[in-house]
């Protein structure tokens, strides 16, 4: 049993996948098991029931609070946050996560991620393109998200997730504070599995969430790079898929870029309108 570790699913409307990710969770034996619903629609609450009776409600506030609500729930010393659209693939992932936390001297670790299907659609494709080339490379890290990762809970307790952020960028910011303050944290030699997004308009509302994140990372960080950085991402992925020879991904990337700098752009907009009422 994986006694120290509470498993966090922070969830919206997730029926499609959540019972493939919750299985792999309860396979990996943990501790406990949190669900966190954001005002779901759908039969997710039903489907977290089969798994935990702990299941808790974000109340719109967004996924900071979730996140949050979890870990402030929680009883073990380690917050496992799962994905519902991601699968556990053995059943000691887990252990051998905090394993490497450890032995490293880390605070927190991330999984690599893959998407194991064969018939994935061209978005799809793109995205594990992204994972296997830029992110599933072991080693300490500036930032890292909340996929598949593993979080020391006092380190939530003491520095939590800023609630300024109601969608994205809100493990960013935390892993930047953290960072600042001297903790260590990085990716793991474990792999996990993650569904991507399966179509070119729900990769595209995946990308503008994310650029209405980013636009409150600004806000509050004075960070006025995060403004152009969108173009870096065609830049660095022009430069990738030749190098890899994969130039049917380029554009797969043009499109991220235009896509997250419209939110960021309409999320400044948002956030500016919203002070002046």
């Keep these: 049993m994986t006694n120290r570790i509470t498993v966090v699913v922070c969830?919206?409307?997730?029926?499609?996948?959540?019972?493939?990710?919750?299985?792999?969770?309860?396979?990996?034996?943990?501790?406990?098991?949190?669900?966190?619903d954001g005002n779901s629609s759908d039969q997710t609450i039903d489907i977290a029931k089969k798994y935990t009776d702990k299941i808790y409600f974000d109340e719109g506030k967004g996924l900071a609070t979730a996140r949050q609500v979890g870990a402030d729930n929680a009883h073990g010393d380690y917050i496992a946050y799962i994905d519902s659209d991601t699968?556990?693939?053995?059943?000691?992932?887990?252990?051998?996560?905090?394993?490497?936390?450890?032995?490293?001297?880390?605070?927190?670790?991330h999984a690599q991620l893959?998407?194991?299907?064969?018939?994935?659609?061209?978005?799809?494709?793109?995205?594990?393109?992204?994972?296997?080339?830029?992110?599933?490379?072991?080693?300490?890290?500036?930032w890292m998200g909340t996929i598949v990762c593993l979080i020391r809970r006092d380190i939530i307790l003491k520095y939590k997730f800023d609630t300024f952020f109601i969608g994205a960028a809100e493990d960013?910011?935390?892993?930047?504070?953290?960072?600042?303050?001297?903790?260590?944290?990085?990716?793991?030699?474990?792999?996990?599995?993650?569904?991507?997004?399966?179509?070119?308009?729900?990769?595209?509302?995946?990308?503008?969430w994310y650029g209405k994140g980013n636009a409150r990372a600004l806000m509050k960080h004075k960070a006025i790079t995060l403004l152009i950085s969108p173009f870096g991402i065609t830049?660095?992925?022009?430069?990738?898929?030749?190098?890899?020879?994969?130039?049917?991904?380029?554009?797969?990337?043009?499109?991220?870029?235009?896509?997250?700098?419209?939110?960021?752009?309409?999320?400044?907009?948002?956030i500016l309108l919203r002070h002046n009422n």
Excluded at 201 to 207: I, L
Aim: with cysteine; net charge positive.
């Design 235 to 270: 830049l660095y992925g022009v430069w990738l898929c030749m190098n890899k020879r994969q130039i049917k991904y380029i554009p797969f990337y043009m499109v991220w870029t235009v896509v997250l700098f419209s939110g960021t752009v309409i999320g400044l907009i948002e």
């Design 87 to 109: 699968e556990l693939p053995h059943h000691n992932i887990l252990e051998l996560m905090l394993e490497e936390l450890n032995n490293n001297k880390w605070v927190a670790i």
């Design 11 to 36: 969830v919206k409307n997730g029926e499609k996948t959540l019972d493939r990710a919750l299985k792999s969770v309860i396979e990996n034996k943990p501790f406990e098991v949190i669900v966190v």
């Design 172 to 208: 960013s910011d935390f892993y930047h504070r953290i960072g600042k303050k001297g903790y260590k944290f990085g990716i793991s030699n474990t792999t996990a599995y993650h569904y991507h997004r399966a179509s070119f308009k729900q990769f595209c509302k995946q990308r503008f």
């Design 114 to 142: 893959i998407d194991p299907r064969d018939d994935k659609v061209y978005w799809e494709q793109g995205e594990d393109f992204y994972w296997r080339s830029r992110f599933n490379v072991p080693g300490e890290r500036k």
